[in-house]
């Protein structure tokens, strides 16, 4: 990801947070109380743009709202949305179904493979156990 794409991507995550916040008549300082952050910590996190998914998670529990809407446009709930500063690909989304099909179909006989050598060792202990 681009330097510009990465500036984007933490700006909309920014932007939703404080909009959701602000929706909800919740302050930044309230927020962070919320979630066991000091106001300072709050806002350095912001700013340097080190959001952990396990904050982010916090402040949707805090919020009520699925994580998720931190990465897309905003929406409040009154249906009314403001237009996407930023597309997915802008920020490395663009994947395609089919590519994760794949990785699940290989996974999937990685797992079968694994269960079958199970299946041997536990034959093998049976019958040493003799």
């Known amino acids: 990801m681009s330097d510009n794409q990465h500036d984007i991507f933490f700006a909309r995550i920014e932007q939703n947070i404080r ?3 602000k929706h909800q008549r ?3 300082s309230e927020l962070a109380a919320g979630i066991d952050m000091t106001e300072a ?9 080190s959001i952990k998914v396990k904050t982010l998670r916090k402040i949707a529990e805090f919020l ?7 990465f897309g446009e905003f929406v409040s709930p009154r249906g009314s949305a403001q237009s996407p ?7 490395g989304i663009t994947e395609s ?13 990685q797992i079968e493979l694994l269960e079958s050598q199970i299946a041997d060792k536990n034959k093998i202990i049976e019958l040493l156990s003799r």
């Open 64 to 70: 009520k709202i699925p994580i998720h809407t931190f």
């Open 41 to 49: 910590g709050f806002y350095k996190m912001l700013s340097t743009e």
């Open 26 to 28: 919740i302050t930044l």
């Open 85 to 91: 500063s930023w597309k997915p690909d802008q920020i």
């Open 19 to 21: 909009q959701h916040a």
């Open 97 to 109: 179904h089919a590519e994760y099909a794949a990785e699940r179909d290989g996974l999937k006989r």
